[in-house]
């Protein structure tokens, strides 16, 4: 089958793929029935990624969660505020049969995907980066990971997005979490494992 070219306005992840081939694709590339869960995928780069490089088994899938309105705020930052995204979105992954595109904010999606009993083997945080926003989304999208997932959380150390990283610090620090993960990188993204 001939794949659409994707197009993309602005590349915001090629610079993330060598943390990703070190801590991300060793541990879930080419393992069947393997479940991703991306929050805030705006035009669908790091999804396409993930499934050419991450989802590689048999069965595997990705839940793509963004507002898909252009109101997130940081996007006229980084140069998407000028388009539709989400037609370059559905552009981008309309011949892959394994992606589940929710529109919605991921402290609103969440919750239904748990009541619904979803769960997941990793999962990329890259959404709203005020500190409420990262703080709640992170909590709900850890109580969706099943032990051994590895969770990557975008903007961590970035200078634009001081709260990001102060919602993350105190995920890491709480006792109720401390003991749940191990922190596998940490710079511009943080990788973390869940281990029980």
Known sequence: ???SKPYFAVD?????IPAWLEHVVPRLQNRPRTSWL???SFEGQSA???LDNVLTGKDSKIVCVDIFDGSNPGIDRWGGGDHDYELTFDHNLSDRHNVQKIAGRGRDVLPRLKDAGMMFNGGYLDSDHSEEAV????RLMWDLMLPDAVVVVDDYDSPYDPGCKVAVDKFLSSPEHQSQLRVL???FQL???RVR
Do not use: N, P, Q
Request: aromatic share 12%; net charge positive; glycine share 4%.
């Open 185 to 187: 990188y940490a710079k």
């Open 135 to 138: 703080r709640a989304e992170l």
């Open 48 to 50: 396409l990624w993930t």
């Open 12 to 16: 915001h992840f090629s610079d993330r």
């Open 191 to 193: 990788i973390m494992l």
């Open 38 to 40: 991306e929050v805030g």
């Open 1 to 3: 089958m001939t794949r």
